[in-house]
Structure formats: structure tokens, C-alpha cells
């Protein structure tokens, strides 16, 4: 385990800023920064980091946190896990406690995966750079494909030795568990024998953004018709191929820094162009593109050009992930290599500057690309031609952006030589079915007013029902607590000879005391966690920090505290227009007297309505004077504090 000293020495090294720039494009805006969240689909930037605080927090999806919880986040990190990252960014040396037996076998399994596969790439680096075999096989045929020694270095390259079970041997003899080795795809096992996965076979180690090796893909050399081509990792609690672009480690700067993502297919199609010098560019794993892998690149870019083989399977290719690529308010090129070419054979055989060309020159938008090729296989024939016009207009359709979609209707209106109006209606026809069907009612129904108001009705059930009595007001104490706990405010008393006195006391202090004396306690569970750690606080004389808060393990109190101390507007400089604008500091003790007053109204109002509930289904004499004398106190009581707020009852 890591010692809590060290904890702290990371949470107070690790800057948000430094962290969130390695995996979010962030500009300045004011004192803060924002990017595209990374968390949830977005156009237009929702995600604010502030390096005063040391937070994130995106006011789309509500994700928010420090440095540590950002990290266990994005790379669904545990928060030991997170911490060691951080750690090793920073040069931090973590000298861990000797771990308990206990500890031991609850090891966190992630960890123990990422282990084994960083294992598994140094011995099939080393197996092929270093053994006879792994030079004269695995080397050897690198080198064949035209692939220098700094790019087979740079992607971590490897050779599994044709020998059974090398690899698992060794590995068990080195300590690794055989049921994991299994478990990530490294060993199979027939008939109790274990043996190697990728025997024989040349390795492409894929990592996720941050560059640990989350799984391999190995390609055999022999033209054996029994086995596959490719054999790939199978899915695992770090590995999915579906959210795994390959080389993505390798290309992020240069797709944020050149603001374009060039989409290949295979493992060798990335290592051709890195080594070419064109660097950002990525491939799919071999899958057909998904939506995470989509959304992946989103966080660098919203451009893809997608470089494709000349034969019509790689056209088909194109096609297949343009809808989904648009559909995520992303934009699209795509560039047709010749017949007998692939990006790897293109960029192998011509010269840089020719390959730069070529793709400058021969990049079409989607509607030009697609709309060229299926009217050439249309002709003159009229259905035909009809048919293409549907899967055009069907495509328009998926553009979340209306301005985009207009700009393109304007486009096939003039390529397909069809009035702009109809394929308008077209489209409109298809959005207005699609928003009919997400609202679970038939397509050519209408929406009508009794449907509308039914539907509004169960979203004010819903809200009405989701939110606790006083859940806003305790959040609002919460909020004071977190930001100025440790102030001092003056307060008004009187001593022990009725002579009016000035007492200096801690918001803390305040809030607690007052809420403590009359029994009024906080009833959500996260908002109860942070009022009790401040009642400690005052006990032992040491107040948390909003920081503690920030870094707790406890995701519930973490993330709560990044969200009200996060906000997402900014007060311009009104004094140079001699605007006077008063911040919460300047009525700080105001807002924390009438803050704890709303609470204890809203909390003895709840109770006065649930006597009066009472009242009306008790029928004993001597209760009903019981609970009208309480109703009575309870008035007194909400009566005196509404006349502190400035606020007339009238019931």
C-alpha cells in the first residue's frame, strides 16, 4: 500500500492542467481552460479545468475531481492504481509497506494484467533481437517489409519463438500465474498441456493512450490455410477492441497539433506512415469502426480522413464508417488509393513528398465520394438513381449539426440536379420519424397536446419524486463548509453578564454548532460524510481542507466536492467599467446566517406538514392536543426564522 505521506506528496505535485493536456486539447478562457469533455459526446465545450483549485469538472456530464480522479476516470483506474501513474509522471519514489498476505491475494487484477502483458512485450522484444530464431524469422521479416530498427523499437515489435511453450515456461518460472497468463490471451491450454498463443508468429503489442500494453495481435509467417492469419487478444477487464484504435499512444500529439486524424486498417499501414513521417495516423484493430473508437479521436480532433485500399472491399470500407462518423458530429474525408496499392504499399513505394500530395489532392468530402461512386453504378437507370438519392439524403439525415446538414443539402441538390426543397422535406421527413420513435410513439402519429402534457407531467413526477426535502439547502451548507470553513466571522452575543460581546468564530464552527444544537441534521448520506469530517475537525482542532475533500478515496465525497467548488461563469473585470459586483466573500457572513435559516425552515416545515398529516387521521382527544402543541412550537419557531429572512407567512 502506498503511505499516506506519499499521497499527499503526489496530490500536491500533480498539476490538472499537466495531467488533463495529455489526453484533452485545452485553450484558456479567463483564469480557467476548456476543451471537448472527454467523458460524454459534445460540440461545443463543456469541460473547465481550473489550476487554482487543482479540478476538473465538465458542466455537460457532471464528471469532476483532481488530478488523481480524472486519471481513475479516463483510464478506469482503481485509485491506487491512478496514484502510481501520477507518480511516475512526476518521478515520485513510492516506497510501499510491506503488504499483508491478505493484500497480496486481493491485488487489484488490472494491475496484475498490465504486469504480465509488459512482461510478455520485453520477452518477444528481446526473444527477436536477440535469439538466432527471433532474427533470422521475426527480424528478418520486418526488415523484408521495408521496416527500420527505430519504428520496431518505437512500437515495441516482437517475435513468440515456434517452440511450443517457451514464453509460458518461462513466464511461470518468473512467478506469473498460469490462470492469467490464460485469462489475457498470452497461453491456451488443450488437454491440460499449456502452450504458447502466438508460436510462430510476429507481434504487434497494441497500448491504450497513456502507453501501457493492453493486448497483442500476431501475425503468422507460413501459408498454412489451418490457421489464422492474425490472432488477437481476447476482451479482458483491459482490453476491448472495440474502444482500441492502434497506435493511438503514438499519433495523439500530431492529430491534436495538425488537427486531423488519418484512418488506416491494419497494423502495418500505421508503421509504414510513422516511419514515412506522417504521424497521425491510426487503424481500427482490425474491427470495422465503432462509436468509442470514434469518440476516441474526438478528444484530439473533430477531422478523420479515411485512407482506404483502391479494391472495392476497402470502398465499401469507407463507406461502412462514414454514417457513424458523422452521426458524432465529426468531419469526414476520404481518400481512394490506387487499385494495386494499400496506405503500407503506397507509402513504402513512393516518395514522401508524392504520398503528401496525393493525399492533399485526392481527399473528397463524403458527399462528393459517395454520391460520385453510387451514381456510377446507377447510370441511367431511374430506380437506380432514385435508390441513391435515399442513401444520400438518409446520410445528410445523421448530421447532428443543422447548419452542416443544410450546407450539404445545397451540395447534393446540385450534384444530383434535385430541387433543394424536396430533399430538404426528405430529410426532415427522416428526423421528424426518428424524434417520433426516441418518444416510443408510431411514426406518422402526431405529437399531440394531451401527449405532450402527459409526458410532461411524468417528468415532473420524476423530478419531484428524485430529490429529497431540504436536499438544496443542505448542499448550499455543504458548499460553505468546503469553500471558507476556516474562515472567521465576527458574531454578535452576549456573556455571561448579558454585556454585548464580538466573538470570532469559524464558519465551521457556525454551521455545526447551530445545526448540532437543535438536532437538525444533515439526511444525505454523501452531505452527512463531509459534516461529520468537520465535526471531527472542530474536535481535534484541525479543520479538513477542500483539497481532502477533492482526493478522497470515497468517489461520492470526491466528486461532489469538485462540483461545488467548480463553476462555469466568470465575472469580467466590472470595475474598470465602474461596476461594483459584490462576490460571495463580500456577504460571506450573510449568506452563511440566512444559508443555515433556509435549512432549518425547509427541515421544520417538512416536519409541521407531516403533524398536520397526523392531525388529520388522529381521532384521541390527548393526542390531537399533543400533536397541535408541537404543530404550535413548530410555527413559533418557522415564524421567527421567516422574520429573520424578510419573509411574511400569510398561513
Not at 155 to 178: E, M, R, V
Not at 543 to 562: C, G
Request: proline share 3%; with cysteine.
Amino acid at each position: 500500500m502506498i503511505p499516506r505521506e506519499t499521497i499527499n506528496q503526489i496530490i500536491e505535485t500533480a498539476r490538472i492542467e499537466d495531467v488533463v493536456g495529455e489526453f484533452v486539447t485545452l485553450r484558456k478562457r479567463g483564469s480557467n481552460l476548456i476543451g471537448v469533455c472527454p467523458f460524454h459526446k459534445e460540440k461545443t465545450p463543456s469541460f473547465n479545468v481550473n489550476p487554482a483549485r487543482n479540478i476538473f469538472k465538465c458542466f455537460g456530464c457532471g464528471k469532476a475531481g483532481d488530478s488523481v480522479r480524472f486519471i481513475m476516470e479516463h483510464e478506469h483506474y482503481s485509485f491506487q492504481e491512478a496514484l502510481r501513474y501520477l507518480a511516475k509522471k512526476y518521478g515520485i519514489k513510492i516506497e510501499e509497506r510491506e503488504q499483508t498476505p491478505e493484500e497480496l491475494a486481493a491485488q487489484n487484477e488490472r494491475e496484475r494484467m498490465f504486469n504480465i502483458n509488459s512482461f510478455a512485450q520485453n520477452y518477444f522484444s528481446n526473444i527477436m533481437m536477440t535469439s538466432d530464431e527471433g532474427q533470422s524469422v521475426g527480424l528478418a521479416y520486418f526488415h523484408e517489409r521495408g521496416f527500420r530498427d527505430a519504428i520496431i523499437n518505437r512500437f515495441q515489435l516482437g517475435y513468440c519463438p515456434n517452440s511450443g511453450s517457451a514464453f509460458t515456461d518461462y513466464a511461470i518460472k518468473n512467478g506469473y500465474d498460469k490462470d492469467l497468463l490464460i485469462k489475457v490471451g498470452l497461453t491456451g491450454s488443450y488437454e491440460n498441456h499449456l502452450y504458447d498463443r502466438y508460436q510462430g508468429r510476429v507481434i504487434f503489442p497494441i497500448h491504450n493512450l497513456t502507453g501501457k500494453v493492453i493486448g497483442f495481435g500476431g501475425r503468422i509467417l507460413t501459408s498454412e490455410k489451418t490457421k489464422a492469419k492474425y490472432v488477437n487478444s481476447p476482451e479482458s477487464e483491459i482490453y476491448n477492441k472495440s474502444q482500441t484504435l492502434y497506435g493511438i499512444f503514438f499519433a495523439r500529439n500530431e492529430i491534436s497539433r495538425l488537427d486531423n486524424c488519418i484512418l488506416v486498417e491494419g497494423y502495418a499501414d500505421v508503421l509504414s506512415m510513422h516511419q514515412a513521417g506522417i504521424e497521425n495516423v491510426v487503424a481500427s484493430s482490425g474491427t470495422s469502426l465503432t462509436t468509442e473508437q470514434i469518440r476516441m479521436i474526438s478528444r484530439y480532433t473533430k477531422n478523420i480522413t479515411m485512407l482506404y485500399d483502391g479494391d472495392a472491399a476497402g470502398i465499401h470500407a469507407a463507406l461502412r464508417g462514414t454514417n457513424m462518423i458523422l452521426e458524432e458530429g465529426m468531419n469526414v474525408r476520404i481518400v481512394v488509393l490506387p487499385p494495386e496499392d494499400d496506405p503500407d504499399t503506397f507509402v513504402q513505394n513512393n516518395p514522401i513528398e508524392y504520398v503528401t500530395k496525393y493525399l492533399t489532392d485526392n481527399a473528397k468530402d463524403f458527399i462528393g465520394f459517395k454520391t460520385n461512386l453510387l451514381l456510377k453504378d446507377a447510370k441511367n437507370d431511374p430506380i437506380k438513381r432514385a435508390s441513391v438519392i435515399k442513401d444520400i439524403v438518409e446520410t445528410i439525415a445523421v448530421i447532428p449539426d443543422p447548419i452542416y446538414r443544410a450546407t450539404y443539402i445545397k451540395e447534393c441538390s446540385r450534384t444530383l440536379e434535385m430541387p433543394e426543397q424536396t430533399l430538404t422535406n426528405e430529410v426532415n421527413k427522416i428526423l421528424r420519424a426518428k424524434y417520433h420513435k426516441q418518444l416510443g410513439i408510431d411514426s406518422a402519429q402526431r405529437l399531440s397536446s394531451s401527449s405532450a402534457e402527459r409526458l410532461s407531467s411524468l417528468s415532473q413526477e420524476k423530478e419531484q419524486g428524485s430529490t429529497p426535502i431540504g436536499f438544496f439547502q443542505e448542499q448550499e451548507l455543504v458548499k460553505l463548509l468546503l469553500s471558507h470553513g476556516s474562515e472567521t466571522l465576527e458574531i454578535e452575543g452576549k456573556d455571561d453578564d448579558e454585556n454585548d460581546v464580538i466573538y470570532n468564530v469559524t464558519i465551521a464552527s457556525l454551521i455545526i454548532d447551530d445545526l448540532k444544537n437543535d438536532e437538525l441534521l444533515f439526511s444525505d448520506p454523501t452531505h452527512k460524510k463531509i459534516f461529520d469530517a468537520f465535526d471531527r475537525g472542530l474536535d481535534t482542532g484541525t479543520l479538513p481542507t477542500a483539497q481532502d475533500f477533492i482526493s478522497n478515496e470515497d468517489q461520492d465525497v470526491a466528486v461532489l466536492a469538485a462540483n461545488l467548488l467548480s463553476t462555469q461563469y466568470k465575472l469580467d473585470d466590472w470595475q474598470r467599467h465602474r461596476i461594483v459586483v459584490k462576490t460571495e466573500e463580500d456577504v460571506l457572513k450573510k449568506t452563511v446566517l440566512t444559508s443555515i435559516l433556509r435549512f432549518k425552515d425547509m427541515v421544520i416545515e417538512d416536519r409541521r406538514t407531516a403533524i398536520v398529516k397526523e392531525l388529520q387521521s388522529c381521532t384521541d382527544p390527548d393526542d390531537q392536543m399533543i400533536l397541535l402543541k408541537k404543530k404550535k412550537n413548530l410555527d413559533d419557531i418557522r415564524t421567527r426564522i421567516n422574520r429573520d429572512l424578510g419573509i411574511v407567512i400569510t398561513k
